[in-house]
């Protein structure tokens, strides 16, 4: 990030300087602008609809001769500054109403030039009392515990987060989490940019988050952290601004008066369409950037980020791991499993395990286990089978396994544990923990599984949770397992506990296994059209205390 009051000292200094090594220096006479010129167009404006279309859409240009930026000052107190002149306005109030709009343009050293222009605005437009009423007066943040809270997508796209989502949790430390949004009832918009509920007089200055080159219409400076087009963490005060809604072109849009932005500043005009609003305190908005090169997607809750405890885990010193950052699966860790076993591992299951780099391999920092569409010794179907058997074995911890899972019908991925006395012990006598499987004929949940005597099978206790992008995006299944409790969670949050105890067998040596199988009693019937998917591991690692 530039350091703008850095620069602008040496820039002052070195003109200092200058003058002193010439005292018959001039920089020559200081005029304001000149000539000032102010054009307007309402959306929609016609002889027959002089007003406009109702939408209340007005476009300043604004020219004068000297001129190096224009501010435009409303009746409603709010200021926007245009570089090139041009803005958009969003005009509210319902009815037809005279605006008297002062526009000042800025030559060099300060110097300005002024004048006003009025301009009659139809809006008939009226927000519904029920969206109304669901923003006013709460504290809105952007939902960070969810994937896909923050993302992008081309400019008019319809699907959220078509290019890039983030994960649950995935920008803490971004200046974005921590900010609140209030819709006030007098239309004024309050932006919080240093939440700290524990203070009854908190600081009003917090850290905000951007695009770079972006950001710095917000006028701010320091020295922060980059990260590709992003500026971390941008100190920045609390600030009040002005709201309404629109629907241009039928759609509900949250207008934002001044540099005032919700999320990640992007430029651009201001303007939240709201895409999805039938969540319960919850909205999706999308605005596209001031470059016009994508449509940037935020999701907003007013649940308050306090009233769901994060998961605390007993276990924080990693054991044991794997990263995949070779070019080969490290065999000191894993070993292959060859074949269907027996009645296609218990299950049915309709492929072949291998241990070609088709079905299984390394790159690019991931293990990549493909399950293919391929004839291998009767079986219709290839794909891979890991486990850790006698070279990783451990009882009681924390298991994380950050992955993406394969797509199609029929596909069955799973991350699992077994009692480490299989095969040479009966199953479900030596117990199961299922971190996470998925069914492709299923694609909107993933599940969590136990299996032991008397809960085995179809009668395992199983707990679930809704997804959306599990094979488009890496999330973080995970295990805790201690001698009283085992409890799955996905990206943090558990989905299943269950109270342990010494009647189980969860109370000796387990080993790890990855595998995606096809068909079988779970994964269903194989679609006609499927040739091949595949998992993709980032890594696996175990915690104990």
């Known amino acids: 990030m530039k350091n703008i009051l850095k620069t602008g000292l040496i820039a002052l200094l070195l003109v200092f300087a200058g003058a002193c090594s010439n005292d018959d220096y001039d920089i020559g006479e200081i005029s304001a602008p000149t000539n000032l010129q102010v054009e307007t167009e309402i959306l929609g404006q016609s002889g027959d609809m002089p007003q406009g279309d109702g939408s209340g859409q007005v476009t300043?240009?604004?020219?004068?001769?000297?001129?190096?930026?224009?501010?435009?000052?409303?009746?409603?107190?709010?200021?926007?500054?245009?570089?090139?002149?041009?803005?958009?306005?969003?005009?509210?109030?319902?009815?037809?109403?005279?605006?008297?709009?002062n526009v000042i343009a800025y030559g060099a050293g300060g110097t300005a030039s002024s004048t006003t222009v009025d301009v009659e605005v139809l809006v008939t437009y009226e927000p519904p009392a029920d969206l109304l009423e669901k923003l006013i007066g709460k504290e809105w943040r952007v939902k960070a515990e969810v994937p896909g809270h923050f993302g992008l997508g081309p400019v008019g796209g319809v699907v959220p987060t078509e290019w890039y989502a983030a994960g649950a949790n995935e920008k803490t430390g971004t200046g974005m989490y921590d900010d609140r949004y209030i819709f006030n009832e007098d239309g004024t918009f309050t932006h919080i940019t240093n939440t700290n509920n524990d203070d009854p007089n908190p600081d009003p200055s917090g850290t905000v988050f951007g695009r770079i080159n972006l950001i710095d219409q917000l006028g701010a400076s320091c020295d922060c952290e980059v990260q590709g087009a992003d500026v971390l963490n941008i100190p920045y005060n609390d600030y009040t601004e002005n709201w309404s809604i629109s629907a241009p072109g039928g759609k509900e849009t949250i207008n934002l008066t001044g540099l005032a932005f919700i999320g990640y500043y992007i430029g651009g005009d201001h303007k939240y369409e709201i895409f999805d609003r039938s969540g319960t305190n919850e909205l999706i908005l999308k605005s596209t950037d001031g470059n016009g090169e994508f449509d940037w997607w935020f999701i907003l809750t007013s649940d308050s980020a306090e009233e769901e405890e994060e998961f605390e885990s007993e276990f924080n010193t990693e054991v044991w791991s794997d990263e995949f950052d070779g070019d080969a699966l490290n065999t000191d860790n894993w070993n292959y499993e060859i074949g269907n076993g027996n009645n296609g591992w218990g299950n049915g299951e309709a492929q072949y395990y291998t241990d070609e780099q088709d079905n299984v391999r390394v790159e690019n920092g991931n293990l990549i286990i493909t399950a293919k569409r391929e004839a291998e010794s009767g079986f219709d179907f290839t794909s891979a089978r890991l486990t850790t058997k006698d070279k990783f074995e451990f009882t009681y911890g924390r298991v994380e396994v950050r992955a993406k899972?394969?797509?199609?019908?029929?596909?069955?991925?799973?991350?699992?544990?077994?009692?480490?006395?299989?095969?040479?012990?009966?199953?479900?006598?030596?117990?199961?923990?299922?971190?996470?499987?998925?069914?492709?004929?299923?694609?909107?949940?993933?599940?969590?599984?136990?299996?032991?005597?008397?809960?085995?099978?179809?009668?395992?206790?199983?707990?679930?949770?809704?997804?959306?992008?599990?094979?488009?995006?890496?999330?973080?299944y995970e295990v805790e397992w201690t001698s009283e409790k085992i409890t799955f969670l996905m990206d943090g949050k558990p989905h299943l506990e269950f109270?342990?105890?010494?009647?189980?067998?969860?109370?000796?040596?387990?080993?790890?296994?990855?595998?995606?199988?096809?068909?079988?009693?779970?994964?269903?019937?194989?679609?006609?059209?499927?040739?091949?998917?595949?998992?993709?591991?980032?890594?696996?690692?175990?915690?104990?205390?």
């Open 60 to 101: 300043f240009n604004s020219v004068a001769d000297g001129a190096m930026t224009y501010k435009y000052v409303f009746d409603n107190g709010s200021t926007v500054t245009s570089p090139s002149g041009v803005y958009t306005h969003q005009f509210s109030e319902t009815g037809t109403k005279v605006y008297t709009v």
């Open 499 to 545: 109270d342990n105890n010494d009647a189980t067998p969860f109370q000796s040596d387990f080993y790890l296994l990855l595998n995606v199988a096809m068909g079988g009693t779970l994964g269903g019937n194989i679609a006609e059209d499927f040739q091949e998917s595949s998992m993709e591991v980032d890594y696996v690692k175990v915690y104990q205390e």
């Open 405 to 476: 899972l394969p797509a199609g019908g029929g596909t069955w991925p799973a991350i699992w544990m077994l009692g480490a006395g299989w095969p040479e012990e009966s199953w479900p006598g030596v117990g199961e923990l299922d971190i996470m499987e998925f069914v492709g004929n299923d694609p909107d949940r993933i599940s969590s599984a136990l299996h032991f005597p008397g809960n085995s099978g179809g009668n395992a206790i199983v707990g679930d949770t809704e997804v959306s992008d599990v094979t488009s995006e890496f999330h973080i």
